[in-house]
């Protein structure tokens, strides 16, 4: 393998191959995200089978990638940010999720946010529609929302991956490879305050844990600095809608908004 390879870039090629990944298409953004976990999109299992976890990208490597995006971002201009990565993202076909997508979910929401929620992947509902969290588990997190006193326009949501997997599958480990570098560059680009990791699969993906959401929520991580506070996914509050899974959830995003304020 080349010897002058990024750092980090590296292991990541190796692990793609361990997991059988021959090739990726071309143009597909040279990050080093991390392995899925086995979780259904919109639907997620707290508790998914481990699973290894690849090195995370460095800043460089987004740079590189994005370089109007680094550039605003220096200059704290996030929305000139997020519409460079989405014209780089255009009508993507860099793996095998577009062939049964309607729209791409890019992602939604006050481009200055100090408060940012991931989840794992659009489900029919935002496929059809073309924006992150608008069915039964968005109106959830609409709700977990608003219980801490913002509103969805002031915060920003995005996913990990941008188009929905076949009958809300996990995705794949070289779907997420191929994906995921996306969903880092929106995070440079917004720089929020905090993110709060809805479910094990955003979790574990911004986190490169194999740890379950049950062992990790409620204690704070980060990611390139930002500290992460992963959750429940609301549509895990929709199956298990019991006094202590609200009570964990309500604890955590009081956290999420305190730490927030601490930096206005």
């Given at each position: 393998?080349?010897?002058?390879?990024?750092?980090?870039?590296?292991?990541?090629?190796?692990?793609?191959?361990?997991?059988?990944?021959?090739?990726l298409a071309v143009g597909a953004a040279r990050e080093a995200p991390q392995a899925p976990v086995g979780a259904r999109?919109?639907?997620?299992?707290?508790?998914?089978?481990?699973?290894?976890?690849?090195?995370?990208?460095?800043?460089?490597?987004?740079?590189?990638?994005?370089?109007?995006?680094?550039?605003?971002?220096?200059?704290?201009?996030?929305?000139?940010?997020?519409?460079?990565?989405?014209?780089?993202?255009?009508?993507?076909?860099?793996?095998?999720?577009?062939?049964?997508?309607?729209?791409?979910?890019?992602?939604?929401?006050?481009?200055?946010?100090?408060?940012?929620?991931?989840?794992?992947?659009?489900?029919?509902?935002?496929?059809?529609?073309?924006e992150p969290f608008v069915g039964r588990a968005g109106q959830k997190l609409n709700e977990m929302i608003r219980a801490?006193?913002?509103?969805?326009?002031?915060?920003y949501i995005a996913n990990v991956v941008k188009c929905r997997p076949p009958e809300n599958r996990a995705p794949l480990?070289?779907?997420?490879?191929?994906?995921?570098?996306?969903?880092?560059?929106?995070?440079?680009?917004?720089?929020?305050?905090?993110?709060?990791?809805?479910?094990?699969?955003?979790?574990?993906?911004?986190?490169?844990?194999?740890?379950?959401?049950?062992?990790?929520?409620?204690?704070?991580?980060?990611?390139?600095?930002?500290?992460?506070?992963?959750?429940?996914?609301?549509?895990?509050?929709?199956?298990?809608?019991?006094?202590?899974?609200?009570?964990?959830?309500?604890?955590?995003?009081?956290?999420?908004?305190?730490?927030?304020?601490?930096?206005?």
């Amino acid at each position: 393998m080349n010897e002058t390879l990024a750092p980090g870039l590296r292991e990541w090629l190796e692990y793609l191959r361990e997991i059988g990944v021959r090739e990726l298409a071309v143009g597909a953004a040279r990050e080093a995200p991390q392995a899925p976990v086995g979780a259904r999109a919109g639907l997620a299992q707290e508790d998914a089978p481990e699973e290894p976890a690849a090195p995370r990208p460095s800043r460089a490597q987004c740079g590189e990638l994005f370089p109007l995006a680094a550039e605003a971002t220096a200059e704290r201009d996030p929305a000139r940010g997020l519409a460079e990565i989405r014209e780089e993202l255009g009508e993507c076909t860099r793996c095998r999720l577009h062939q049964g997508r309607t729209h791409i979910v890019f992602g939604v929401g006050n481009p200055r946010a100090r408060m940012m929620f991931v989840g794992e992947g659009p489900g029919a509902d935002e496929d059809a529609q073309g924006e992150p969290f608008v069915g039964r588990a968005g109106q959830k997190l609409n709700e977990m929302i608003r219980a801490i006193g913002l509103r969805r326009e002031e915060v920003y949501i995005a996913n990990v991956v941008k188009c929905r997997p076949p009958e809300n599958r996990a995705p794949l480990p070289d779907e997420i490879a191929t994906c995921a570098p996306f969903l880092f560059a929106q995070i440079e680009a917004i720089r929020p305050k905090v993110i709060v990791a809805l479910g094990g699969p955003a979790a574990q993906t911004l986190l490169g844990t194999r740890e379950g959401i049950t062992r990790i929520r409620g204690r704070w991580h980060a990611f390139r600095g930002i500290p992460v506070m992963p959750t429940f996914h609301p549509a895990y509050l929709l199956r298990q809608y019991t006094p202590e899974n609200r009570r964990k959830v309500w604890e955590d995003l009081k956290a999420a908004r305190a730490r927030m304020d601490q930096d206005p």
